[in-house]
């Protein structure tokens, strides 16, 4: 039996179908890191604030002397920061200038499923509508990005997301790095095959499985640098790519500190040398830059390659950053007999390429998968099983919750992954136990994060009523 499954494993190596990418050193010289600009509020009124976002196409030269048609939210590529504050009432004027449907969904964000932007809420080309929802969740990193079935995996790539800061009193209390572009920098991480004529073309290398590619991109940037000064810095990293799993880390193998998971901060900083980040997944960590020499080039590296150069100018103190503060309290996951109460719900994913499902099925619009009871808790019991065809991680991702993880193959999880969670990396053959609450009404996505695996019908739908 021991040989049998060793063979398996071996088997599953070969035929997996994500091995890391090995990314290319593009020979053109590093461009300065865009950062994506704040959206300034189109109206203000005390607590309640309205924005515009419109989703358009554009054109950007993303290899020097090479021009590309690409999909951007108020601009050509990716899309402006929309900061919250949590309390906040917003309103969103939502417009689609695209030549086909699309949807703006707020990843993380817990709001009601008429505003979540999910597969049931189309714009149509040439369609305003107007969404609006209420902050109410701590400070986190979040993102958007389009949902609309069929077109979400190709828009992405084409460039359609962006970031969603939520702010709150008590992050803002804390001595982190918080000067937005100096020493608090997005790093919303793709990757990207070119054609020859230096065009992204999605059509031409769409992969059934995940369409990744071997170029990285950070903010839309290829070989981007940054320039800093500051002892502390900190990284708002998205894994904004459709399939690829990051290992992110830094030159020289030092170590940095992850502050908060998808939801929010952790309790505490946790020491870390690499992070991994499966699509749909964010972190923010804090590195001491003091640990490099002034006039050194650092680097932050994914898969082993250089993501973004970092040239350091100075490393003066601008926060009191220490690894061993507080950062927030997390309530207590419940006793174990109280969880042994809980109903469960079982999800089991399934396949790999075309041939996903959940539970046995694909996705369908007109079917409630799930049913759940505002107000109360569950476990969802999420397992991957490989087969002789291989297995694959899958990150699972749940809409209009933030859920805790309780258990990997009934073990507890790591400690940066013990705080608030929207997206979950599935191993094969590991089975995840969540804690989700339902504190938000409608009809909720839950599916597979690689973004052509969830095309391809590697999704469901809960309703909380
Ligand atoms: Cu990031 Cu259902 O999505
Ligand atoms: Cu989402
Ligand atoms: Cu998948």
Known sequence: QGMMQSMMSGMHGMMHQHIAIQYKNVAQAERPLAIPPILTPTEQEGNHVTYSLTAQQGETELLDGHRTQTLGYNGAMLGPVLRLTKGQQVTMKLSNRLDEPTTFHWHGLKVDSDADGGPHNAVQPGEDKTVQFTVDQQAATLWYHPHYMGNTARQVYQGLAGLILVEDSQEAALPLPRTYGVDDIPLVIQDRYFTEDGRIDYNAVSNPDGTQGDVLIVNGTVKPYITTKSHWVRYRIVNGSNASNFDVALSGHHNFYQVASD???????????????????????????????????????????????????DVADTVAFSPDMALTTIAPLPESDTLATLPRKHIELQGMGPMVSINGRTFSMERIDEQAVFGTQEIWEVTNPSTMMGGMIHPFHMHGVQFRILSRNGQTPPAQEQGWKDTVLVNPDEKVELLVRYERKGVFMFHCHILEHEENGMMGQFEVK
């Open 263 to 313: 939801g929010g901060l952790l309790t505490r900083p946790v020491s870390l040398t690499t992070l991994r980040l499966s699509p749909g997944e964010r972190a923010e960590i804090v590195v001491d830059m003091s640990q490099y020499k002034v006039g050194e080039t650092a680097q932050v590296t994914v898969n082993g390659a250089t993501a973004l150069a970092v040239r350091i100018a």
